[in-house]
């Protein structure tokens, strides 16, 4: 990503990151979360999709799919020589890049999660800068956004 978001600051009521951060390494990933925070109006959510993953039994299982990683491995990918092409990341490292963008989950709807094999889908999340009123989209309880109501 090369630049921002063509919107100004709040400017945007809902945003769909529909497998976008499938194909982002941390870095692009870190810089759109900030570009979502940036553009979505107070009060209002986005809907982002990922590959996550736990570690240990997960992990395992979803080396199967990603089976290229560096350094930690809470990063994994599916193509050596193209990365991009489908990533996943570990649970609490994709929660930390979207709270360190000032963003917080709302809720959450398992794909991958906690890991698998063979990916059935993607994982769903709707996020928001915490003042969203979120109480009448469906969820589906889970250990990633255990404050789920």
Not at 36 to 44: D, K, L, N, S, T
Not at 80 to 103: C, H, T
Not at 105 to 112: K, S
Request: net charge positive.
């Amino acid at each position: 990503m090369s630049g921002g978001l063509p919107v100004g600051d709040g400017e945007v009521g809902f945003v769909l990151a529909k497998s976008l951060f499938t194909h982002l390494l941390e870095p692009e990933a870190r810089r759109m979360l900030a570009e979502i925070r940036r553009v979505i109006a107070p009060g209002r959510s986005a809907v982002l999709t990922a590959f996550l993953f736990e570690r240990g039994e997960g992990e395992r299982a979803a080396a199967t799919y990603f089976p290229f990683t560096a350094g930690s491995g809470s990063v994994r990918w599916r193509r050596k020589a193209k990365p991009q092409s489908a990533v996943a990341v570990e649970r609490l490292r994709f929660l930390r890049w979207i709270a360190d963008a000032g963003l917080s989950v709302g809720r959450f709807a398992p794909g991958f999660w906690p890991g698998e094999s063979d990916p059935r889908g993607q994982d769903l999340l709707v996020v928001s800068d915490g003042t969203a009123r979120l109480a009448g989209l469906p969820c589906v309880r889970s250990r990633l956004a255990p404050n789920t109501p």
